[in-house]
Each structure stands twice: as structure tokens, then as C-alpha cells.
């Protein structure tokens, strides 16, 4: 597994919303991390960045949240334009576990910053999201990663093989993920969102790395190899 896979991975782990310690969740979270529609999932996000100014745990929740939307608007946008994987360190950002796409959009190199800087933004938002949790917040929750996930293919759907415990299997072999996750149940506590803001931070350099740079003639020159259908030049 590639150190970005393993950081991935971890993070998806890491990314749950919490609830204080001996208290019932917000409902909102529960809502969360189990939608199976992202306008379920949106909405659940919304009311929790609302209550997070006056309720950690909700704050927490967001903060989660805007990291797994983070990933989403990456996977959506690599899928829209029919990204094919190439399984290389050289490029940790696209390892992904992205599905085919047989009628893939057009790509020009202004898109491809744009999915990247949507997806610095979005992390930004959720490292300064988790960093406005109280340290002394009491954080407790048991969540079922087979549960949890993101709309890879932008169907609107969150289905089985799109869940947090998919793509996890997923990395290490490369390919789409599949449904057929087992059960997979963690607990998390305060420390584990300082986790979880540093895997934004650590994402959130790499995508500045690539907009720091004028990599037009590379994205000229190479990117048919990432997009083969995106009617880019060869």
C-alpha cells in the first residue's frame, strides 16, 4: 500500500462524527454517516454546521463531514471526466478508487484546477471546523464504516460499494470497490479529530503543491493517459 493509500485509509477511519461522551449523538450525525442519498447526507451537514458555533459535538460531526465531502467533490469530478487510475505514487492524489465512466465530459486544464481547488477549500473548511472543537470536548461514538460513504459516480446515490469500508478494501489492490465489505465498527474520542484535521492539512498540501504551479504543457502532454476519453490532446 502507497503512504497516501495508508493515509487514506486511516483518515477514512478518522473522519466520524462524534458525540459527547455518555450522550446520544445529534440526530443530525446519526443522519450523517448513515445517509444513503446525498441530499440526505447534505442536509444533515447543513444543520450541523449550524449548531456548531454552541455544540462540539456537532462541530465535530461537520468538521467530519466537510473532510468526506472533501473526498467526494475529488472522486465526482475525477469520475466526470472518465479518470482512469494509474496505480502511481507519482500522483497520490489520484488514488482514488474511482468507477468507470462510458460517457465521460470534456477536460481542459482550467476543470482539472477547479476540482482541485474545490477540494482545497472544502478541506480547509473542515480542518478549521475540527480545530474549533474544544479540547476538553468529551467525544465518544461507535460507527459502522459499512455505513458511511460518498457518492463516487455522482448518481446522488450513496450505495454499498461506495461505503468507507469499500474503498478501504479497495486501496491496497486498486480497481473500483466492490459491496462486499464485512461489518467494520470503530469507537473514537476527542484525540482522533486532531487526526483527522491533520490528514486535511496533509491533502490540502498536496493539492497546493499541484496549484502552485503552472503545469499546463505536463497536463497537455500527459493527462490523455489519465483521461483517455476526456478528448484531451495526444
Do not use: C
Not at 487510475?85 to 465521460?104: A, E, G, K, T, Y
Amino acid at each position: 500500500m502507497t503512504r497516501f493509500s495508508s493515509l487514506l485509509t486511516s483518515a477514512l477511519i478518522l473522519l466520524l462524527p462524534m458525540s459527547s461522551a455518555g450522550a446520544a449523538a445529534p440526530e443530525a450525525a446519526t443522519a450523517l454517516f448513515g445517509a444513503k442519498t446525498v441530499a440526505e447526507r447534505n442536509s444533515a451537514l447543513v444543520e450541523l454546521e449550524a449548531a456548531a458555533p454552541s455544540d462540539p459535538s456537532s462541530a465535530y460531526a461537520a468538521g467530519a463531514g466537510q473532510f468526506f465531502t472533501a473526498l467526494e467533490i475529488l472522486a465526482g469530478g475525477l469520475h466526470r471526466h472518465g479518470f482512469e487510475s494509474p496505480q502511481s505514487f507519482m500522483l497520490p492524489l489520484m488514488r482514488l478508487p474511482v468507477p468507470d465512466n462510458p460517457n465521460p465530459e470534456p477536460l481542459t486544464y482550467d476543470d482539472f484546477r477547479a476540482i482541485l481547488v474545490a477540494f482545497r477549500d472544502r478541506l480547509q473548511k473542515s480542518a478549521a471546523t475540527l480545530g474549533s472543537v474544544p479540547t476538553d470536548a468529551g467525544i465518544g461514538m461507535e460507527v459502522d464504516l459499512t455505513r458511511l460513504g460518498i457518492d463516487l459516480n455522482e448518481d446522488g446515490q450513496i450505495a454499498p460499494d461506495e461505503s468507507a469500508a469499500a474503498i478501504m478494501a479497495s486501496l491496497p489492490r486498486g480497481g473500483a470497490p466492490d459491496a462486499a465489505a464485512p461489518a467494520l465498527t470503530f469507537r473514537f474520542d476527542r484525540a482522533d479529530g486532531y487526526w483527522l484535521q491533520g490528514y486535511a492539512e496533509f491533502l490540502m498540501a498536496q493539492a497546493d503543491f499541484w496549484l502552485a504551479h503552472d503545469f499546463r504543457n505536463t497536463f497537455d502532454g500527459s493527462f490523455h493517459m489519465l483521461f483517455p476519453r476526456a478528448k484531451l490532446p495526444l
